[in-house]
């Protein structure tokens, strides 16, 4: 009895780990989708604010692109944060809080490029120094990303 109670305890455990890499996993996964979207569509927004005459339409269309991934973003990191052990979020501290200020400033940024495009003239210089700033704190967000998914053995 205290056999089969060890191996049922065993083949559990052993099944939770899995379980909790691939989710883990899954949402890393799902995070670096994310990222790469929200630098996508602001380099989208760069380009349009670069043009002689800004696509407005265009250029709002790529800032509810990156809308969207940023409230998925934060989603996505506060789950995988959760998946986390206690000795995992120890290790990982540094790395989450980095990642929760990057999306604190991602959404300080959206709202000032939409603040940028409710104006009735609005600046294209503006909007596009906004943007490149967008995607360098997605650049570097990313690059935090990658190392935290390192450490996890995630690749």
Same mark, same amino acid.
């Not at 899995?18 to 602001?42: E, M, N, P, W, Y």
């Not at 709002?60 to 996505?76: D, F, I, P």
């Not at 003239?121 to 596009?128: F, M, P, S, V």
């Given at each position: ?54 696509? @407005? ?16 973003? #934060? #989603? ?5 944060? #959760? ?38 003239? #609005?600046?294209?210089?503006?909007? @596009? ?17 990658? @190392? ?8």
């Amino acid at each position: 009895m205290k056999t089969s109670i060890f191996l049922a305890f065993f083949v559990f455990g052993i099944g939770f780990g899995f379980s909790q890499d691939s989710d883990l996993a899954g949402q890393h996964s799902v995070l670096t989708t994310d990222c790469k979207s929200i630098r996508g569509h602001a380099s989208r927004i760069i380009a349009e604010a670069s043009e002689a005459q800004l696509n @407005r339409a265009v250029a709002l269309a790529h800032l509810g692109e990156v809308e969207k991934y940023h409230t998925r973003m #934060e #989603e996505h990191l506060k789950t995988s944060k #959760e998946l986390l052990t206690p000795a995992q979020l120890k290790t990982l501290k540094a790395e989450y809080e980095f990642l929760e200020k990057t999306c604190k400033n991602i959404g300080d940024l959206v709202e000032s490029l939409q603040q940028e495009f409710d104006k009735k003239n #609005e600046d294209r210089l503006a909007i @596009r120094d906004l943007a490149k700033k967008l995607h360098s704190e997605m650049s570097d967000g990313y690059s935090v990303h990658e @190392r935290l998914k390192k450490k996890l053995g995630i690749s």
